[in-house]
């Protein structure tokens, strides 16, 4: 059993910031590419950042130069930083992860999801 657990959402001004974590737990070999995805309401859900193993990330171009996605492989943790947040960022936040349970298993898990809204 593996598991993702975010945390970090919360109600912020626009122009404010916001860190997200996520803390993978459970039977892992190897942890490979990990992300973040978001779903606004009444839309699917879509990738804003990505970064493998050896730390390269890209991001979607809505929040290029705004958020930092980063992780501490030896903590199994991914973070968000969210800055400069606007209105249009509101949505629930996932972490996605494609984790190793063996050298020959690899499968796609993700988190519950926490809500970031930002309003005035």
């Known amino acids: 059993q593996v598991h993702l657990v975010e945390s970090g959402g919360g109600v912020v001004h626009p122009g404010g910031s916001l860190r997200l974590s996520c803390a993978a737990s459970?039977?892992?070999?190897?942890?490979?590419?990990m992300a973040w995805y978001r779903r606004e309401r009444g839309k699917q859900r879509e990738v804003i950042a990505t970064?493998?193993?050896?730390?390269?990330?890209n991001y979607e171009d809505s929040v290029k130069g705004r958020f930092t996605i980063s992780r501490d492989n030896a903590k199994n943790m991914v973070y968000l930083q969210m800055s400069r947040l606007k209105p249009e960022d509101t949505a629930v936040y996932y972490c996605?992860?494609?984790?190793?349970?063996?050298?020959?298993?690899?499968?796609?898990?993700w988190g519950q999801g926490t809500q970031v809204t930002v309003f005035s």
């Open positions: 996605h992860a494609d984790i190793q349970t063996g050298p020959n298993y690899e499968f796609e898990y």
């Open positions: 970064v493998t193993n050896g730390g390269i990330a």
């Open positions: 459970g039977d892992i070999f190897k942890i490979n590419d």
